[in-house]
């Protein structure tokens, strides 16, 4: 039996509150073994020591199977900790994670997230808020666990729909720039009318004699009150005069109006946007869902993550599209393409690499891609290695402009492994009248043949 089942290890200071039995004191992160399912401690006062130890620890293979504790609770270490050191609850938190490893079927392949999640019970997907991240809320465990990610926010929105995990409770729900997803965001009051920043609240009045509405001060005369324009001289309110509900004033275009609009400028990238326009993000925390359950239970995820492109839809939708789309093109002689993207080891990928990897093939896939098409552009995953991308009026002329962008993407993925082959077809095709459900097996079947 290796030394890591009863001996636990401890970083930093001693511990003097007491005797701790089987605890070996190491001076550095590199002195501890990677095996699973072991447990330490971190005994530092300073935030920024305690927070640097941890990310140098998760850095290392097997982590998520580890027990980690701290002696002073930081707002980081409680994303990616089991908390604070108590030698009693500490050990039987960690028996409680052997027992589970003990049991696992296959650790090599697990997610190490879902790994995470499942050894313990407690844990949580937690957020963590600061201010110097751009977007404001990150996950800390899945930027530890899993640093090949570009965007933890989209990772977890993709989790979630798979089910791997489910949302327990709803932490914040923030706003963010619709251009580069700061959360820095300044909200200003402006002039409805020319939408100038200028803008001043005034108390004016309204003069029923001449209908002259001004600022409250202008109408001011030797201790009375009297129109500046028509010099009536005004003494009942509601019968002389009053108060318009207009209380403000644009001192660019002179409008008076009476709630000014806000619009929002992003700090990050300077650019002004509606409010309404703004994108909304809702930050949970999360805990293992029914899938993760699954994936942990028996080592293999059910279905596979999904490219999230945008203008891309479902496969009914898409089969509809192409046979109106063909009869369209047929009666008044148009051209479409339609683009078939075979992702040849992507299934390989997924068996090799396991799901986050693949995910974060997949993110800058879509990255990619998303910024190739066109808004008209419509895509649809109709296999999970087959995207289908059709572009309305296009002829077969840009096709070779296409491939040269498809061949520079393909050299742009981090990865040596992967493959991008394009096919091309042209509509209208009358072969579509007959079923369109044929017509796209065929193609499908087509780019597989050519593998
Ligand atoms: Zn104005
Ligand atoms: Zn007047
Ligand atoms: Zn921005």
Known sequence: MSDINYKYYWLGEKWTDSILENVVYVQSIDDIPTELGGMICL????????????????????????????????????????????????????????????????????????????????????????????????????????????????YVLSEQSRGIIEAEKLIDRIRVCSHCNSGHLNYVEVCPYCSSIDIDSQSSLHCFTCGHVGDQQSFQRRGKIECPKCLTQLRHIGVDYDRPLENHICNSCSSLFVEAATTSQCLSCDEKIKVEELAVRKIFQFKLGEVGEYVYQHGKSIQAPELSIKGKVDIGFFQNL???????????????????????????????????????????????????????????????????????NTTHSSLSVLQQKLSELSDLIEDDEFELSVFSWNLPDPAIEDSITLWLEALVDETYAAR
Not at 116 to 142: C, D, F, H, T
């Open 43 to 154: 005994n530092f006062v300073d935030n920024q020591k305690i927070e640097e130890s941890l990310k140098a620890f998760y850095k290392q293979t097997n982590r998520w199977s580890w027990c980690v504790f701290v002696t002073k609770e930081t707002p980081y270490s409680q994303c990616v900790t089991d908390g604070i050191f108590n030698e009693q609850q500490s050990l039987d938190t960690w028996y409680n994670v052997q027992n589970h490893i003990q049991i696992m079927l296959r650790h090599d392949s697990l997610d190490p997230l879902i790994g995470w999640l499942g050894v313990n019970r407690q844990r949580r997907l937690k957020a963590l808020k600061s201010l110097e991240s751009m977007s404001i809320y990150s996950y800390p465990i899945i930027e530890v666990l899993l640093p090949e990610l570009y965007s933890t926010y989209r």
């Open 322 to 392: 192409i046979a109106w789309l063909n009869k369209v093109a047929l009666r008044h002689g148009e051209q479409h393409l339609l683009l078939g993207l075979h992702l040849p080891s992507l299934d390989e990928y997924g068996k090799q690499y396991g799901d986050s990897k693949l995910f974060s093939l997949m993110d800058q896939l879509t990255l990619r891609l998303s910024s190739m098409f066109r808004d008209t552009d419509i895509c649809c995953q109709y296999k999970q290695d087959v995207l289908l991308v059709l572009m309305p």
